[in-house]
């Protein structure tokens, strides 16, 4: 069955342009999460939508990230300006509600800020 | 301290050896725990959930010590394809924000 899919797979751009990142939850999980892994480095988390709202914010690194979703479903992050400290592998998750739900992850997008 | 701790390892054992990792959690409202794993450049994919009573999944097993705040994942007969970063997993739920805190992981190379 279709499982996370994240666009682009990746993504190579200059410092201080603007780059959007796309995610395609599993049908039918209402839960959604976006996390952040640098090279070598564990998992940081920065956002969770329940359906189309986000009760937790509060790994956002800075106001140049945003990220939203609709018809809860598809989810994008946004980052503005970006930083060389940016690159990343971004990786979006999501489950059923619940917090004994694992998560199931994305390939995830590699961000790489020349 | 760390919400969620490992050792980061490497462990290099030999095929066929029992390899244990341990994990310490700082919220004692944490309610939920998963192992994940993580190859070389790929996503985290669920390993198993750890249950109050202990649980076993083949050659995994899984334990929770509540009390010390603690969680343990024990592989027998360790075998080439359980080469990966091994990632303890809390859940702490408050209201209806759930929030999955992943430790750094633990590194496990499995050797001919």
């Known amino acids: 069955g279709a499982g996370v899919s994240q666009s682009p797979s990746n993504k190579v751009t200059e410092k201080g342009k603007d780059v959007e990142l796309r995610c395609d939850p599993i049908s039918g999980h209402t839960a959604l999460y976006w996390y952040r892994q640098r090279l070598g480095q564990g998992l940081e988390f920065l956002i969770y939508?329940?359906?189309?709202?986000?009760?937790?914010k509060s790994g956002l690194p800075s106001d140049r990230f945003s990220a939203e979703r609709t018809g809860e479903s598809v989810s994008t992050l946004t980052i503005q300006r970006t930083q060389q400290e940016d690159s990343a592998v971004y990786l979006c998750a999501s489950s059923f509600p619940g917090g004994n739900q694992p998560q199931h992850f994305g390939d995830g997008t590699r961000l790489s800020i020349l | 301290r760390k919400e969620v701790e490992q050792d980061p390892g490497p462990f290099n054992v030999p095929e066929g050896a029992t390899v244990a990792f341990n994990c310490t959690y700082s919220?004692?409202?944490?309610?939920?725990f998963f192992w994940y794993r993580q190859d070389c450049r790929k996503e985290p994919k669920l390993l198993m959930s750890?249950?109050?009573s202990g649980n076993e999944d083949g050659r995994f097993t899984a334990q929770l010590n509540r009390a010390s705040q603690y969680i343990s994942l024990l592989i027998r007969d360790s075998k080439l394809s359980d080469s990966a970063t091994y990632l303890c997993v809390v859940n702490y739920s408050g209201g209806s924000n759930y929030k999955l805190t992943f430790g750094k992981g633990t590194l496990l190379t499995v050797n001919p």
């Open positions: 919220n004692s409202a944490s309610q939920s």
């Open positions: 939508f329940q359906g189309n709202s986000a009760p937790d």
């Open positions: 750890v249950y109050s």
